[in-house]
């Protein structure tokens, strides 16, 4: 029987191919796995109504460890015209699968590393001052909560009246919105947990002092939101006062940290930020090396073992359908080696990333991305590799 047994999830669209390439390259690098495949996406909500059904639940609960390719989501409208018809007078609502995977199994701590690949042509440069160009090399970890705050999904539009009466109460909702007809009203709220918030700061901590980064930034806005931003930022004070005296804690606003990480992004180590904020400075990181196509992710629960690795990427519908695959199949492997980590295959999950490093570095396989061109079939005779051709490069460095 085989060590591992991995939930294999591949979705929709690039999803599902950039999966396979990934698992090639897992099984040359010699990860002994069985996969048994899970039902996920916008195939499902439309045969059958629900893009999670319970069959994939109940495999993820018995394996613990899916590996995942991307979903699309549509908004509410088009998704109601793509149901069966026999589906559509019953009141159905689309909603993210992933977003109801992570809510689910409370995947609360997702973890996002942006590292600078040496000879990435896509590398994030600036100006010295002199006149000259510098390229500086980033390493920056954000810890990003995954299951609460403003994606939490606690909003309505016209609020029913006992949460509108709720609202009232608080002297600033009533002062500056209480002449505002309730139908005209959409709110979505912001909730923060201790728990929670706990939780995703204790993973950031320990993650700098397992690795060495000597800072943990509180990426928020507590100045401003004081009550969910503040509460975080007052928790990692005693935290890292506690428990992690040897390490830094600082404090940035997101909108002066998005400023920050196109200026100096080398100084930051470990980042933690609630749902929203910690999505966004993620995107911003991954801009400084590369993009989508080197963007990876892990997405886990410590206290049921359950993780959920993917790409943070979305399905790119639009390049789904090409005769040959064009993406880049390198956000994929990352986060399969970050699955390795979670499953303490750390000699493997090394071997990948050394391969995948290689290859950068030489240069001489590069999808179309890496090679600034617009995506389009074109793009092989333009000299970019196929999705195919650029996993096959990192299995003959292995
Ligand atoms: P997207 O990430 O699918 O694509 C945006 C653009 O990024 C693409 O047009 C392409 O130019 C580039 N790109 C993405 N992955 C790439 C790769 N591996 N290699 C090279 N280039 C790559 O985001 P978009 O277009 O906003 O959304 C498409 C669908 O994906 C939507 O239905 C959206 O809801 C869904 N989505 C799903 C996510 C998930 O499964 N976790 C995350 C984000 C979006
Ligand atoms: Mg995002």
């Known amino acids: 029987m085989a060590k591992h047994t991995i939930v294999k ?8 191919v950039l999966l396979d390439q990934a698992i090639s390259v897992l099984e040359a690098a010699g990860f002994e796995a069985e996969y048994v495949e899970g039902d996920i996406g916008w195939e499902f909500w439309k045969k059958e109504g629900n893009p999670l059904p319970q069959r994939t ?9 899916a590996l995942f390719g991307a979903i699309t989501s549509k908004p509410k409208d088009a998704a109601l015209e793509e149901l069966d018809q026999e589906l559509r007078k019953k009141g159905l609502v689309y909603s993210s699968p992933i977003v109801g995977l992570r809510q689910h199994f409370n995947l609360d701590i997702c973890q996002r ?23 500086p090399a980033i390493d920056a970890v954000i810890f990003r909560q995954n299951t609460e705050g403003l994606y939490g999904g606690v909003e309505w539009s016209n609020p029913p009246q006992e949460v509108y009466n709720a609202l009232m109460t ?6 500056n919105f209480g002449d505002v007809p309730k139908e005209e009203i959409s709110v979505s709220t912001r909730i923060f947990t201790r728990k929670a918030t706990e939780r995703i700061l204790r993973a950031a901590f320990d993650h700098a002092k ?55 992004p080398e100084n930051y180590g470990v980042i933690v930020s609630g749902n929203m904020f910690g999505d966004i400075v993620s995107d911003g990181f991954a801009g400084l090396i590369g993009g989508l196509g080197f963007a990876c992710s892990a997405q886990i629960n410590p206290d049921n073992g359950i993780g959920v690795f993917e790409p943070t990427h979305g399905s ?22 970050m699955m390795l980590d979670h499953l303490k295959e750390y000699d493997l999950a090394t071997k990948i ?18 090679l600034k061109l617009k995506g389009s079939p074109d793009v092989i005779n ?17």
């Open 382 to 398: 333009q000299g970019a590799a196929t999705t195919e051709q650029m996993a096959n490069a990192i299995i003959r460095k292995l």
């Open 113 to 135: 590393p942006t590292k600078t690949y040496k000879g990435n042509p896509l590398n994030f440069i600036r100006r010295d001052g002199k006149g000259g160009i510098e390229e």
């Open 210 to 264: 397992t690795f060495g980064y000597k800072s943990v930034t509180v990426c928020e806005k507590p100045n401003v939101i004081r009550e969910t931003s503040g509460m975080m930022f007052s928790m990692a004070k005693e935290i890292q006062k506690k428990d992690y005296p040897d390490i830094e804690l600082w404090n940035t606003n997101i909108d002066a940290q998005m400023m920050w990480l196109t200026k100096t």
């Open 9 to 16: 999830l591949p979705g929709d669209g690039i999803g599902s």
């Open 170 to 175: 608080h002297p600033k909702f009533s002062k």
């Open 57 to 65: 639940i109940d495999l993820i609960a018995k394996h613990k460890t």
């Open 353 to 370: 990333r050394s391969a995948v490093a290689d290859v950068i570095a030489e240069g001489e396989v590069r999808t179309y991305d890496m």
């Open 316 to 337: 790119a519908p639009k390049y789904a359908d090409y005769d040959v695959n064009i993406t880049n199949p390198i956000a994929m492997v990352a986060s399969a080696c």
